[in-house]
């Protein structure tokens, strides 16, 4: 994604758009509590979209039961949609998955997860927002 498309915003305009809970967790990089997100066990087909700047992200055919208590996905809706950093707190070392257009914390990467791909997109509800395809 060139830098022309990015979304660029202060703290104050995304307190404006966000809740305090999206703030927290897409632009302070905060985790919600396992099992307590809008999205960890919906099962509604449609594409869900970055909370902060509505890139989409992952579509529902995607997403799968992990047993983690967080919406997973083995891939993104498409390459470049989601963008990834180093992510070294906590005490280990992981991928942090960021939406490609804002930088919003999204949640991680893990290498555990099912084909074809064999990842596992860990998501926070709060970084998300499903468009439902019926609506």
């Known amino acids: 994604m060139s830098n022309e498309d ?22 302070c ?8 997100g809008r999205y960890w066990d919906e099962k509604s087909a449609g594409t869900y979209h ?12 995607a997403k799968y039961e992990s047993g983690t208590g967080w919406p997973s996905f083995f ?17 280990m070392t992981r991928r942090e998955s960021i939406c490609a257009k804002c930088d919003a914390h999204l949640g991680h990467v893990f290498p555990d997860g099912p084909k074809p791909t064999g990842l596992r997109y860990c998501m926070n509800s709060a970084s998300l927002n499903l468009k439902k395809d019926d609506e």
Do not use: H, M
């Not at 990089?29 to 307590?36: D, G, L, N």
């Not at 970055?50 to 055919?61: A, K, Q, V, W």
């Not at 498409?78 to 950093?85: F, H, I, K, Q, S």
């Open 75 to 91: 891939q993104p809706v498409e390459e470049g949609a989601v963008a990834e950093n180093v992510d070294t707190s906590a005490g």
């Open 29 to 36: 990089s905060a985790t919600e509590r396992a099992f307590t």
């Open 6 to 27: 990015k979304v660029i915003r202060s703290d104050e305009e995304w307190r404006e758009k966000l809740s305090d809970e999206e703030f927290q967790v897409a632009r």
């Open 50 to 61: 970055c909370i902060c700047c509505d890139n989409p992200l992952f579509r529902s055919e």
